[in-house]
């Protein structure tokens, strides 16, 4: 008998964003459905701090997010947020876990996944890891694209004609946000059928290329600070400028909660 679809349970909206209420391996089972191959793709996205600052100054990243087919909070501040608002969050979902549980879920012959990576030996990885599970060429399901990529229609065309070639089902980006986000946006409609995910490090923490902060730094919110230490040149801006926009968006998003209430 078939499965039925997982009813995706949403929250009101946070800064224009509808949050998934369900717990991870819900999200999982759901995405285990095939996509209609007539719909246009069927965006995930994780959302953090930066993800939530990011879309107060860009435009096309925030209605890429806000009109994402299933949105998690990814980000520590992004679950307590939610809490303080009185939402029943079923608390952090990060694209670091979710992407090997989907990856877990998937049967070959019946899923179809492609990965566009940030880096060589994260493709290799998932190259291997691809033929160990028994899907056909390996090699063309995972791609390192140019710099630059998102910016240029001809190797973008490139990138659809070999996504679409696979008979792509789950798409999932490693190069980070916006860039990811926006890409698949833009060919919402060339990629149907799919699911897409921008995972940007998940997969290289996956690949065993990066590495996750312990359990222990994970459970007392000071992942941040991890990664941080790991990459201070790339994320310094981001962590410990940038993030402060996030104060004002939850103030806003608390006194309009309060204001609803009376």
């Not at 009185?86 to 090997?100: E, S, Y």
């Not at 070639?165 to 799919?194: C, D, I, N, Y």
């Amino acid at each position: 008998m078939m499965q039925q679809p997982t009813q995706i349970k949403k929250s009101q909206p946070v800064a224009g964003l509808r949050f998934c209420l369900l717990a991870q391996n819900e999200i999982v089972q759901s995405l285990k459905q095939v996509t209609p191959a007539q719909e246009p793709l069927r965006l995930v996205v994780t959302t953090n701090v930066d993800h939530m600052v990011t879309m107060r100054r860009h435009h096309e990243f925030k209605h890429a997010c806000t009109n994402a087919w299933l949105v998690t909070a990814d980000g520590f501040p992004v679950v307590r947020l939610l809490k303080s608002l009185g939402i029943a969050t079923p608390g952090r979902i990060t694209g670091a876990d979710l992407f090997p549980a989907i990856l877990a879920a998937l049967t070959p012959g019946q899923h179809a996944p492609f990965f566009v990576c940030a880096n060589e030996a994260t493709a290799a990885y998932l190259r291997h890891w691809l033929a160990k599970q028994g899907y056909s060429t390996p090699e063309q399901r995972v791609l390192v694209p140019e710099f630059g990529f998102e910016k240029d229609s001809v190797y973008s065309n490139e990138m659809l004609q070999k996504i679409t070639a696979m008979g792509t089902t789950h798409l999932f980006f490693g190069v980070g946000a916006p860039k990811s986000e926006l890409w698949m946006q833009r060919h919402r409609e060339q990629l149907s059928g799919m699911y897409g995910f921008g995972f940007g490090a998940g997969l290289d923490f996956f690949a065993g290329t990066a590495k996750r902060a312990p359990q222990w730094v994970q459970r007392v919110s000071l992942e941040w600070l991890w990664r941080l230490l790991s990459d201070p040149r790339r994320l310094a801006k981001r962590y410990l400028i940038d993030s402060w926009a996030f104060v004002r968006i939850a103030l806003t998003e608390y006194r309009l909660t309060v204001k609803e209430s009376r």
